[in-house]
C-alpha cells in the first residue's frame, strides 16, 4: 500500500460510522452503510498486515513484471510460479474475506 495512513484517524472514523451513524440508517440505506464499512474494514486491514501481499511476488520482480513476463512467455508455469500466486491470492483473501479463506481452507482439509 503506497502513501503513510493514519491508522488512528481511520479507526476513529470506523468506529464513529459503525456507533453512531449505521444504526441510524433507514432500511434502504442499510446495505450501503454495510458496504461502507466493510469498505473500512478492508482498509484497515490493509493498513495494519505486516507485509502487503504483493511481496509474494517479489521473486518475479513484482505484479507488474510477473504479469508482462507472463504476456511475453518469458516466465513459464512453475512450482515456484504457483505457490507465488498462491501465497499472494491467500494475503488478499486474508485481508478481504478471511472466512472465505477459511472455509477453503477447512475443504481442502476434508478433501484430502
Do not use: C, H, W
Not at 500500500?1 to 432500511?27: K, Q
Request: proline content about 4%; charged content about 30%; aromatic content about 4%.
Amino acid at each position: 500500500m503506497s502513501g503513510r495512513i493514519n491508522l488512528g484517524l481511520l479507526r476513529a472514523a470506523r468506529a464513529e460510522f459503525v456507533d453512531l451513524l449505521l444504526p441510524r440508517l433507514e432500511a434502504g440505506d442499510r446495505y450501503t452503510g454495510a458496504m461502507l464499512k466493510r469498505s473500512l474494514d478492508v482498509l484497515l486491514a490493509e493498513a495494519t498486515v505486516p507485509e502487503p501481499p504483493e511481496a509474494a511476488l517479489a521473486g518475479f520482480g513484482g505484479a507488474a513484471a510477473l504479469a508482462r513476463g507472463l504476456r511475453e512467455g518469458s516466465v513459464t508455469d512453475s512450482g515456484e510460479l504457483r505457490a507465488a500466486l498462491r501465497s499472494y491470492v491467500e494475503r488478499k483473501l486474508e485481508i478481504s474475506n478471511p472466512r472465505l479463506l477459511q472455509a477453503a481452507r477447512a475443504a481442502s482439509k476434508e478433501t484430502r
